[in-house]
């Protein structure tokens, strides 16, 4: 990452902030966008990473997060932007450096479970969604715990992805988007 100048900074910024604005309002359109568009906002902010470095996608990630919680339609995606999808993209890459790998992925599955609890727990207790307990159905207990298996391995696919997109985006991506700059 080279030193930006700070006009670089704030458009790149504000760009990607624009861009994840918009999935996150898309929410509301698209119904199996709750985990999908969020996910796609906080891929935007492998970029900034990249080429702004963490101190700037962590302040793309907190204007998003703020600004989505008032015009993102779908709360529960924006907090699941909030709580995993738009912070997780930037952490990576901390958890990535940890050396011996059970101990990485321990450290992965640990950031991704507490924040999904904090998460629902945020949504249904402040937020009042009580619905998505209702939409547990007769089985209660054993639907949580299917979905939350589900979500676990869904997990390892993002992560999975998200590195290889990473790497794209480095050793791809990057060169063609910004080719006038370097």
Same mark, same amino acid.
């Given at each position: 990452m080279m030193r930006a100048k700070k006009s670089t900074q704030v458009a790149i910024g504000g760009m990607a902030s624009a861009l994840c604005l &918009?999935? =996150?309002? =898309?929410?509301? *359109?698209i119904p199996f966008a709750t985990f999908a568009l969020p996910a796609l906002a906080g891929i935007v902010l492998i970029a900034v990473v990249v080429e702004m470095g963490r101190s700037t996608a962590l !302040? @793309?990630?907190?204007? $998003?997060?703020? &600004?989505? !919680?008032?015009m993102c339609p779908d709360k529960e995606a924006a907090m699941m932007f909030i /709580? %995993?999808? /738009?912070?997780?993209?930037? +952490? #990576?890459g901390l958890l990535d450096q940890?050396?011996?790998?059970?101990?990485? *992925?321990?450290? #992965?599955?640990c950031v991704f479970n507490a924040a999904i609890v904090?998460?629902?727990?945020?949504?249904?207790?402040?937020?009042? +969604?009580t619905e998505i307990l209702e939409e547990m159905g007769a089985f209660g207990s054993a639907t949580l715990l299917v979905t939350w298996l589900m979500g676990n391995? $869904?997990? @390892?696919?993002?992560?999975?992805? &998200?590195?290889?997109?990473?790497?794209?985006?480095?050793? @791809? +991506?990057?060169?063609? %988007?910004?080719? #006038?700059?370097?």
């Open positions: &918009l999935l =996150m309002f =898309m929410t509301g *359109m !302040l @793309v990630y907190a204007a $998003v997060s703020l &600004l989505s !919680l008032f /709580g %995993f999808f /738009g912070f997780y993209p930037i +952490l #990576k940890i050396r011996l790998r059970p101990l990485r *992925m321990a450290a #992965k599955f904090a998460s629902y727990w945020i949504i249904i207790n402040l937020f009042g +969604l391995a $869904v997990f @390892v696919a993002f992560d999975i992805a &998200l590195g290889r997109i990473c790497w794209a985006y480095e050793h @791809v +991506l990057r060169y063609r %988007f910004f080719r #006038k700059t370097r």
